[in-house]
């Protein structure tokens, strides 16, 4: 049981916009950043968005990043095979005094 | 670059031991902490503590403590995960991963970044 929550899945068609959510509480996400990484198969995760809406750099702007109170998303456009991975969400946990991720959320291109 | 490598795969048996190193490239690596990450098989991702690289003074998360090492050899800009005791539900990819924090105005920043390619570590009789 993951401490934030996201949806076991997601899936749209080339081109398409796309959200993954993040639910988290008051210690994590309501009072921190939240991260999104993406990890595909037999690969370690890489970092997607850092503090809420944050690209690093190399990662293009039709990934986009949101949070409000307690809840964060990721928002994926133009929709393109290559975008097939799970997708983590992460924050800080001023209660677990910790790093807490969702369960992760299989993005399937249709 | 930045880069993180990690020692390759380990396959254990029951009550044995592993020591896994992650060394660090490409930026001074007293500066970051270092983070411990476990990925069960088909599973997600379980963060199991931090080691302060200036100090060598590990934190462990719930689960964590006990049978999990986490030290340093500064040296060669190294942090190695040791565990002892090793049982089947040890068997997962373990990844170390950079510490980052920034403070803007009166909230700190934090991320995870880059990640190590991770090491598998299989416990099996």
């Known amino acids: 049981q993951s401490v934030l929550t996201q949806p076991p899945s997601a899936s749209g068609t080339p081109g398409q916009r796309v959200t993954i959510s993040c639910s988290g509480s008051?210690?994590?996400?309501?009072?921190?950043?939240v991260n999104w990484y993406h990890q595909l198969p037999q690969t370690a995760p890489k970092l997607l968005i850092y503090?809420?809406?944050q690209r690093p750099s190399g990662v293009p702007d039709r990934l986009s990043g949101s949070k409000s109170g307690t809840s964060a998303s990721l928002a994926i456009s133009g929709l393109q095979s290559e975008h097939e991975a799970d997708y983590y969400c992460?924050?800080?946990?001023?209660?677990?005094?910790?790093?807490?991720f969702g369960g992760g959320t299989k993005l399937t291109v249709l | 670059q930045v880069q993180l490598v990690q020692s390759g795969s380990e396959l254990k048996k029951p009550g044995a031991s592993v020591k896994i190193s992650c060394k660090a490239s490409?930026?001074?690596?007293?500066?970051?902490?270092m983070n411990w990450v476990r990925q069960a098989p088909g599973q997600g991702l379980e963060w199991m503590g931090w080691?302060?690289?200036?100090?060598?003074?590990?934190t462990y998360a719930q689960g964590f403590t006990g049978r999990f090492v986490f030290s340093l050899d500064t040296s060669v800009s190294t942090a190695y995960l040791q565990i002892s005791s090793l049982k089947a539900e040890d068997t997962a990819v373990y990844y170390c991963?950079?510490?980052?924090?920034?403070?803007?105005?009166?909230?700190?920043?934090?991320?995870?970044?880059?990640w190590g390619q991770g090491t598998l570590v299989t416990v099996s009789s």
């Open positions: 991963a950079r510490g980052l924090s920034v403070w803007v105005g009166e909230l700190e920043v934090k991320w995870l970044d880059p």
């Open positions: 490409g930026y001074t690596f007293s500066t970051y902490t």
């Open positions: 080691i302060n690289t200036n100090t060598g003074n590990p």
């Open positions: 008051s210690s994590n996400i309501g009072s921190n950043t």
């Open positions: 503090s809420n809406n």
């Open positions: 992460a924050a800080w946990d001023d209660s677990l005094n910790g790093w807490v």
